[in-house]
T-cell receptor, first 115, second 109 residues
Framework: DGGITQSPKYLFRKEGQNVTLSCEQN?????MYWYRQDPGQGLRLIYY???????QKGDIAEGYSVSREKKESFPLTVTSAQKNPTAFYLC??????????????FGPGTRLLVL | GQNIDQPTEMTATEGAIVQINCTYQ??????LFWYQQHAGEAPTFLSY????GLEEKGRFSSFLSRSKGYSYLLLKELQMKDSASYLC??????????FGTGTRLQVFP
């Protein structure tokens, strides 16, 4: 089955610790995205990548880092510089399919909690 | 600036029809998307509009008027499982998606 997987489902971070969220897709999509979702707010773009070995900052990149060494994988690291990391993190990918204008499809999400 | 507005909450009765509105002001327009998101889960794609008019997909339809910066999602024959948040998102000139805050729909028996 084609899809997007994220792990872990829940992640706990201690103060001053870096943590990495995994995102893998087997849809053969070129573009991948990371969003953050907080209660009462729309999804906010953290980073995105349109091709391997290239990525761009989104609207709220401070305190986060990414890499795109493989087409299938786009891990997100939440660094200790991110002062308010508690949120629901969503990874998405997109490709041109059947006239739907590069629809973004989402993984199941990772909920990050700070201890 | 860029802005997408949708009502925060709506309620409806099982079997009824509900219309969720979305108005947008963005730099450029390259399509409008509707997603459904159940609590604690990821958004799932519902519909895409890039030209004016109505797109129908089963019980769900989506309408777009580019001149008015307006879209709506129409849900017919409501079922309890339709209780969810509905997200409106616009792709602007930068090809990035801009999301509204979502409309939480509660369906009552």
């Amino acid at each position: 089955d084609g899809g997007i997987t994220q792990s872990p489902k829940y992640l706990f971070r201690k103060e001053g610790q870096n943590v990495t969220l995994s995102c893998e897709q087997n849809l053969n999509h070129d573009a991948m995205y990371w969003y953050r979702q907080d209660p009462g707010q729309g999804l906010r773009l953290i980073y995105y990548s349109q091709i391997v070995n290239d990525f761009q900052k989104g609207d709220i990149a401070e305190g986060y880092s990414v890499s795109r060494e493989k087409k299938e994988s786009f891990p997100l690291t939440v660094t200790s510089a991110q002062k308010n990391p508690t949120a629901f993190y969503l990874c998405a990918s997109s490709g041109v399919e059947g006239g739907t204008g590069e629809t973004q499809y989402f993984g199941p999400g990772t909920r990050l909690l700070v201890l | 600036g860029q802005n997408i507005d949708q009502p925060t909450e709506m309620t409806a009765t099982e079997g009824a029809i509900v219309q969720i509105n979305c108005t947008y002001q963005t730099s450029g327009f390259n399509g409008l998307f509707w997603y459904q998101q159940h609590a604690g889960e990821a958004p799932t794609f519902l519909s895409y509009n890039v030209l004016d008019g109505l797109e129908e997909k089963g019980r769900f339809s989506s309408f777009l008027s580019r001149s008015k910066g307006y879209s709506y999602l129409l849900l017919k024959e409501l079922q309890m499982k339709d209780s969810a948040s509905y997200l409106c998102a616009v792709r602007g000139s930068t090809d990035k998606l801009i999301f509204g805050t979502g409309t939480r729909l509660q369906v009552f028996p």
